[in-house]
């Protein structure tokens, strides 16, 4: 039996894009989360985080060693500056995957849910539908660094609002069940009842071989019990890379 991540938190590693935008920058695709708290543990090469909040803008250098973090709200897009690779942690598990992620697409295309569900999926040639998504959503990230996020802000509500009871149940069943059941722990070695330490074993993931074309980069999503991969409902935000294509 394989055991779910510490705390129901999910794991992936991520080989940044190196395709050049409109803007000039290389990287990823500018997003926002929901309910999700992200952290990146860089591992390899050079870059940064640019971040918008209701706050401002905001560009955060990303080294090897270096460990970021961003909470909910958060509009985030990582740019390469050469061989960025990062080991991503995400809150609540498979809620990303099954779509906690609301791309800065420009207004027109957010007020409309056919037009967001077309631009966000990786249809035709996965590579080339890349780019164009990152593309899109850089052109909505650099107008809203101009006018501000309220509007964004209620129009990725009204992306998401059908998925919340499926995300509360995802909630439920891996970090609410990982803290209540850290609740009975405490509560079993108050009482001097160490039956439950009997019962510890070891887990083990290989890396993922075959990636995955992602929001940011290539993912390796370490998968688990509590880290479903895709949300029938939710948006195609990633799709396998075929062997014989290069990507952006």
């Known amino acids: 039996m394989v055991t779910p ?9 991520v080989t940044v894009y190196d395709g050049r935008a409109a803007d000039g920058r290389c ?6 989360h929901l309910v999700c708290s992200e952290a990146y543990v860089v591992t390899g090469g050079a870059g940064s985080v640019q971040t918008l909040t209701a706050t401002g803008f905001a560009e955060t250098p990303l080294r090897p060693g270096d460990v970021v973090w961003f909470t909910p709200g958060t509009i985030h897009r990582l740019v390469n500056a050469g061989g960025l690779r990062l080991v991503v942690l995400m809150q609540n598990s498979g809620l990303p995957e099954a779509g ?22 990786l249809t035709g040639d996965p590579a080339a539908a890349v780019r164009r998504r990152r593309d899109l959503a850089v052109e909505g990230f650099l107008a809203l660094r101009e006018r501000g996020l309220r509007e964004f802000h209620a129009a990725a509500h009204r992306l998401k609002r059908e998925l919340l009871d499926d995300w509360r149940a995802r909630w439920r069943d891996g970090p609410l069940a990982a803290a209540l059941t850290t609740g009975r722990q405490l509560e079993r070695l108050r009482a001097g009842d160490l039956s439950y330490l009997r019962r510890g074993e070891v887990s083990r993931r290989e890396r993922p071989e075959r990636p995955l ?6 993912l390796h999503p370490y998968t688990g019990p509590a880290l479903p991969t895709r949300s029938p409902r939710g948006p195609a935000e990633s799709s396998p890379v075929p062997p014989t294509k ?3």
């Open 5 to 13: 991540f510490p705390g129901g938190v999910g794991i992936s590693g």
């Open 27 to 32: 990287g990823g695709t500018p997003h926002m």
């Open 100 to 121: 906690d992620a609301v791309f800065t697409f420009p207004a027109p295309v957010l007020a409309d849910p056919e037009a967001y569900r077309a631009a966000a999926a």
């Open 213 to 218: 074309f992602g929001m940011c980069g290539l």
């Open 246 to 248: 290069e990507t952006s």
